[in-house]
């Protein structure tokens, strides 16, 4: 077991663990997130619960600038090998890279049974007014990093939250981390991330080594034997409604769950909860 939260390092392969029976559940982090954001969800959610720091966060390096989906689902894949873990949750990032995943052959997918999408920003695409909006927010956020200037960066994320929800003061404090955190280490590499797709019809797979011919991402996640949970709430311009409800009609057996404005990360944990103890049992 990792007894500090927010530093598990490369012996462990950044993953902080808590318990040791069965079942084992990875837990992913979103972009400028850290264990300590994902661990609320896995309260009442019983077994082994892994809590993973993906590259550039945590203390654990970037891979350098470019980061895509297939990076991520990579990291993801090792993680779930190695814990052996047959359930995950994504936030955000992580919920791309799962879905990355999920639309290959990758050997760390086959004992999966029941995966929670929490916030997806990414799937086959964007539309337009979302695309334009995304590049817009991106090019003022690389203008403010490269300024160092903390402040106008907590601003500009919190611009994208409901004011009742900017305007709380623990909402702020974690958004200015998370500002300080993009200023001060290589976490800004990934900024990128916001423009990139999730899954690609043309992805294949993962990895070279598990590309099969005719394979398509799309056809894979809609076989998917396991059990999905998708969970978004309205009025987040980065993790629009209609991309949790294109994944949700992807997967035949998928849940879809959209919650009021605000609610998972500040205004609805309880509720999250509720949905997250009955989806994982």
Do not use: Q
């Not at 598990?8 to 300590?36: K, N, Q």
């Not at 999966?112 to 956020?141: H, I, M, Q, W």
């Amino acid at each position: 077991m990792t007894d500090d939260l927010n530093l598990p390092g490369p012996d462990s392969d950044y993953i902080a663990t808590f318990g040791s029976s069965e079942p084992h559940t990875l837990f992913g982090h979103g972009f400028a997130g850290a264990i300590r954001d994902t661990r609320p969800f896995g309260t009442g959610i019983t077994g082994t619960k892994h809590f993973l720091h993906l590259p550039g966060h945590g203390g654990r390096p970037s891979p350098g600038p470019g980061w895509n989906y297939g990076h991520i689902a990579e990291v993801l894949a090792r993680a779930l090998t190695s814990t052996s873990a047959t359930r995950a949750l994504g936030v955000s990032m992580s919920a791309g890279g799962l879905l990355r995943l999920l639309g290959t052959t990758h050997p760390a997918t086959r004992n999966l049974e029941k995966v929670a999408l929490v916030l997806p920003a990414s799937f086959t695409g964007f539309s337009a007014e979302v695309a334009d909006a995304n590049r817009g927010y991106l090019k003022r956020l690389r203008d403010l990093v490269a300024a160092g200037d903390v402040e106008s960066i907590t601003d500009l994320m919190l611009s994208r939250e409901p004011a009742e929800v900017a305007e709380l003061l623990p909402a702020r404090a974690w958004t200015k981390t998370k500002a300080e955190n993009l200023v001060n280490t290589d976490m800004s590499d990934g900024l990128g991330l916001a423009l990139e797709i999730a899954v690609e019809e043309s992805a294949g797979d993962v990895s070279t080594s598990n590309v099969s011919p005719g394979n398509d991402p799309l056809s894979a996640l809609a076989r998917f034997p396991g059990e999905v949970l998708v969970l978004t709430h309205e009025d987040d311009p980065a993790h629009p409604v209609e991309v949790a409800e294109a994944i949700a009609a992807a997967i035949p057996e998928a849940h879809l769950e959209v919650l009021p404005a605000g609610s998972i990360l500040w205004r609805g944990r309880h509720e999250v909860r509720r949905i997250l103890g009955e989806f994982f049992g």
